[in-house]
């Protein structure tokens, strides 16, 4: 199965700034199926991109998603409050889907 | 918009199974355009995929769990349920529900809140 390693572990940043998650897999994803998830503390995760960079439904523009291939970024370019969480990274192109391990992002 | 609820016991005894069920309401789990997942999360393991079911009753195991596992839906209820055989407590996780779209194991775009399940004697 495919391993997904998301980098950095933590990331501590402050409002209004920029903030690059980075999600790594052992081998190719399939047609860049891949998909972000932001998960707050007693919630599920909520779905904010699909196919590493369309957007879901209702998810503000201030999140983007790219890559292709092993390598794939989340990118929120101006962060706001209730953006810090832990995000997600999934792979669907490969069966059995697989998740990365998460990156926390909290507020500096 | 559609809803996902998890329901079932927060407590199983270790060896015997794990039973859940979603009750989906704003949507069917009818609706061919969507699968129908089980996603666990645990300190241990992270996320987990279980696997999924169709409407037409195909199901799509995780290797891992696929001979501990059935999933099953129930179209006149609006309904999906899993069973996990001869718990462990390797099982205790929090249990989700979701509606899946897409290939393979699919990406999941909408999620039940979770249910814990404590495995204990």
């Known amino acids: 199965e495919i391993v997904l390693t998301q980098s950095p572990g933590t990331l501590s940043l402050s409002p209004g700034e920029r903030a690059t998650l980075s999600c790594r897999a052992s081998q190719s994803v399939s047609s860049s199926y891949l998909a972000w998830y932001q998960q707050k503390p007693g919630q599920a995760p909520r779905l904010l991109i699909y196919?590493?960079?369309s957007r879901a439904t209702g998810i503000p523009d201030r999140f983007s998603g790219s890559g292709s291939g092993t390598d794939f970024t989340l990118t929120i370019s101006r962060l706001e409050p209730e953006d810090f969480a832990v995000y997600y990274c999934?792979?669907?192109?490969?069966?059995?889907?697989?998740f990365g391990q998460g990156t926390k992002l909290e507020i500096k | 918009q559609v809803q996902l609820q998890e329901s079932g016991p927060g407590l199983v005894k270790p060896s015997e199974t794990l039973s859940l069920t979603c009750t989906v309401s704003?949507?069917?789990?009818?609706?061919?355009?969507?699968?129908w997942s089980w996603i666990r999360q645990s300190p241990g393991k992270g996320l987990e995929w279980i696997g999924y079911i169709y409407y037409s009753g195909s199901t799509n195991y995780n290797p891992s769990l696929k001979s501990r596992v059935t999933i099953s839906v129930d179209t006149s209820k609006n309904q999906f349920s899993l069973k996990l055989s001869s718990v462990t407590a390797a099982d205790t996780a929090v249990y989700y529900c979701?509606?899946?779209?897409?290939?393979?194991?699919?990406?999941?775009?909408?999620w039940g809140q979770g249910t814990l399940v404590t495995v204990s004697s």
């Open positions: 704003g949507g069917s789990v009818s609706s061919g355009s969507y699968y």
């Open positions: 979701a509606r899946t779209v897409g290939v393979t194991t699919g990406y999941f775009q909408h």
């Open positions: 196919g590493a960079s």
């Open positions: 999934q792979q669907y192109g490969n069966s059995p889907g697989t």
